[in-house]
């Protein structure tokens, strides 16, 4: 889904319609859109649009502001308008203090954080995880040790 921003990637009432005619009945909207999904007024718009659909919308908030990875969203307020948990959609959390501030946020209201587990230094210009089809086929690999290591400290943090 693109709306908003992204109209002509897909709108999202005809998503849902898609989604619907495919035998979705819930999906999650991810908050990949201009603007980002990082505000109450942001899942608000997501909800009205998707009021009346058969399927239900269920919003992803960002975790960052303008999914930056530098600061927190509104994260209550918009878990309070029917976000259902927060991550910056494929994007890992690169601050160690900033996951460990938003596990601790989220925890009265039972937040769910989402983690993309990707060491973005390691993982370079990789485009496959690293195999040796991929490097037959010519594909920069992606060291598994990319995600194990974030795995590991995402762990130490809960």
Excluded: W
Aim: charged content about 20%; some cysteine.
């Amino acid at each position: 889904f693109g709306e908003p921003g992204y109209e002509e990637r897909e709108t999202l009432a005809n998503g849902m319609l898609t989604a619907e005619k495919s035998g979705f009945t819930h999906l999650l909207i991810n908050p990949l859109t201009h603007p980002v999904t990082d505000s109450k007024a942001a899942v608000t718009y997501i909800k009205d649009k998707t009021r009346y659909c058969v399927a239900t919308a269920y919003p992803i908030g960002a975790l960052t502001v303008e999914s930056k990875g530098e600061y927190l969203a509104e994260l209550y307020d918009m878990q309070s308008a029917g976000a259902v948990a927060f991550g910056d959609y494929k994007k890992p959390i690169s601050n160690s203090n900033l996951l460990k501030i938003a596990l601790q946020y989220t925890q009265p209201f039972d937040g769910i954080v989402i983690s993309f587990p990707n060491d973005t230094k390691i993982m370079g210009k990789g485009v496959v995880n690293e195999h040796i089809e991929g490097t037959r086929l010519g594909l920069k690999g992606i060291p598994a040790l990319a995600e194990e290591l974030c795995v590991a400290r995402d762990l130490s943090i809960l």
